[in-house]
């Protein structure tokens, strides 16, 4: 069984950074594509970050602002988020797949193991 479980989710203004974090255990972490998904109400999961074979990936929203990075060691993995905006306001989630192929990466369902979400919500 994989066990995901993100922290570091909270309230902050405009222009403020957070860091968010997802412990995996019950997994080779090495091998797994490790991705970061957001939702608001009434939307489908939003795409955010993956980070697979050393190389990252980005919606176009947040790249040149948001920074993910994994450490195998602890094994966790870690989105950085600057310049927050309040459009960045979401439950963000992270999620896990061994088998996922590259051109699905931003999909959700390639995903089979997900965390239970951290709220970010930033005021403007």
């Known amino acids: 069984q994989v066990y995901l479980v993100e922290s570091g989710g909270g309230l902050v203004q405009a222009g403020e950074s957070l860091r968010l974090s997802c412990a995996a255990s019950?997994?080779?972490?090495?091998?797994?594509?490790m991705a970061w998904f957001r939702q608001v109400p009434g939307k489908d999961r939003e795409f955010v970050a993956a980070i697979r074979w050393g190389r990252t990936y980005y919606s176009d929203s947040v790249k040149d602002r948001f920074t993910a990075s994994r450490d195998n060691a602890k094994p966790t993995v870690y989105l950085q988020m600057n310049s927050l905006q309040p459009e960045d306001t979401a439950v963000y989630y992270c999620?896990?797949?061994?088998?996922?192929?590259?051109?699905?990466?931003?999909?959700?369902?390639?995903?089979?193991?997900w965390g239970q979400g951290t709220q970010v919500t930033v005021s403007s």
């Open positions: 019950g997994v080779t972490f090495s091998r797994y594509t």
């Open positions: 999620a896990a797949s061994s088998t996922v192929i590259q051109s699905a990466l931003r999909s959700q369902q390639a995903y089979g193991y």
